[in-house]
Structure formats: C-alpha cells, structure tokens
T-cell receptor, first 114, second 114 residues
Framework: KNQVEQSPQSLIILEGKNCTLQCNYTVSPFSNLRWYKQDTGRGPVSLTIMTFSENTKSNGRYTATLDADTKQSSLHITASQLSDSASYICVVSDRGSTLGRLYFGRGTQLTVWP | EADIYQTPRYLVIGTGKKITLECSQTMGHDKMYWYQQDPGMELHLIHYSYGVNSTEKGDLSSESTVSRIRTEHFPLTLESARPSHTSQYLC?????????????FGSGTQLSVL
C-alpha cells in the first residue's frame, strides 16, 4: 500500500533555532516529492518540489533533501521565525499521467515560541 | 501568489440544506481538484476535472457533486448536508504546462453542519 509517513507529529522550538522534519514514503513508482506549508485555516502553499534525480533543493530558509534509494526526505528550517508556525505536509507523486496520483502525509505541526 | 479563490471561507448550516461551495481560478489552468481535510489528517481527493465538461470522482467516497462548465469555475454542491460533512474543503488547480505541474490551493471553506 502506498503511504507517506511524517515525523514528528508535532514539534515545538524556540525562535531562532533550527529544526528538521522527516518524511518516509513507500510510493512506487516515484515521480516527485513536494513539501507544502499550511497555515491554520488556510490552503497549503508549495515550498519545494524534487524529482528523482534531485537530492537537495532550497527555498530561502527551507532546505529539502531526498534520498530516493531509502525513500526518505527531510525538510530543514534554519533560524526559525514565529511565522514558521504551521503544518508542513509531505506529498509524493507516482508516475503515470502528468501530476500522477498524489499521496499526502498527515503533516508535522510546528510551533515556534518567542 | 496563487490566483485561486474560494467562497465562503466559513459556513455554518443546518442539516438537510443544499449548499454550493465556490471555487474560481484566474490562471487558465485546465486541471482542478476538490480535497477534504479533517484536523490532523491527510488531504483526501473527492473530485477532479481535467477540463471543461470533464469531472471524475476521487478516492474518497463523497455525496457531493461538481460541475465544470467554464475553465475558471469548479463549484462543489451538497444536495442535503449532514453533520458528517463537517470538514474543511480545499480547491486546487494545476497546469501540465508548468514545471513539475505545481499545485495551487485556495484558502479553503470550513463547513460546519449542525
């Protein structure tokens, strides 16, 4: 069964600290992996998209890594800010038609305290 | 900034009422989607469309219906709302002409059925 598992389920850090969120998947075949940020009560916003051949991609203070062999991805947030408080969702797409089938994780709820 | 809009943002209605959730995008995207999301859970695809006059059911069994008469408009209708329909509904759109077919989400409609 194709699945996307994220850890931890929730995380609290102090402003200015770094953190790393994990995503493990069993989706096969694999096309790409996306990280989204979802503020409370809003829709998800894309942070990064990585294909099979990419193992790292940055977007400002967000850096995503991908190990397609072990089927693991991480999202590293540097120098956290209060506005980083949100749910971070890992989404994996399988091959096939364009966009393929999307498999969503349940997200990691990050809270940044001052 | 995504140009995809959902109305209303919040809706509280009584059981048995008919409701329509609106979704519009100004990006000219062919593909549009409706997702349902409960707190702390993954997004579930309930309907999608690959273009005008094209609609398909998603993975999650839903008592809702959709229509796609115009490219920019993808409304979702519940003929008779029930408390089990209480959830957040997210509309999204994408285009195969964009790199890695990025998915853009609206801000969502939080529906509460009493």
């Amino acid at each position: 069964k194709n699945q996307v598992e994220q850890s931890p389920q929730s995380l609290i850090i102090l402003e200015g600290k770094n953190c790393t969120l994990q995503c493990n998947y069993t989706v096969s075949p694999f096309s790409n992996l996306r990280w989204y940020k979802q503020d409370t009560g809003r829709g998800p916003v894309s942070l990064t998209i990585m294909t099979f051949s990419e193992n790292t991609k940055s977007n400002g203070r967000y850096t995503a890594t991908l190990d397609a062999d072990t089927k693991q991805s991480s999202l590293h947030i540097t120098a956290s800010q209060l506005s980083d408080s949100a749910s971070y969702i890992c989404v994996v797409s399988d091959r096939g038609s364009t966009l393929g089938r999307l498999y969503f994780g349940r997200g990691t709820q990050l809270t940044v305290w001052p | 900034e995504a140009d995809i809009y959902q109305t209303p943002r919040y809706l509280v209605i009584g059981t048995g009422k008919k409701i329509t959730l609106e979704c519009s995008q100004t990006m000219g995207h062919d593909k549009m989607y409706w997702y349902q999301q409960d707190p702390g859970m993954e997004l579930h695809l309930i309907h999608y469309s690959y273009g005008v006059n094209s609609t398909e059911k998603g993975d999650l069994s839903s008592e809702s219906t959709v229509s796609r008469i115009r490219t920019e408009h993808f409304p979702l209708t519940l003929e008779s709302a029930r408390p089990s329909h209480t959830s957040q509904y997210l509309c999204a759109s994408s285009s195969p002409r964009t790199t890695n077919e990025k998915l853009f989400f609206g801000s969502g409609t939080q529906l509460s059925v009493l």
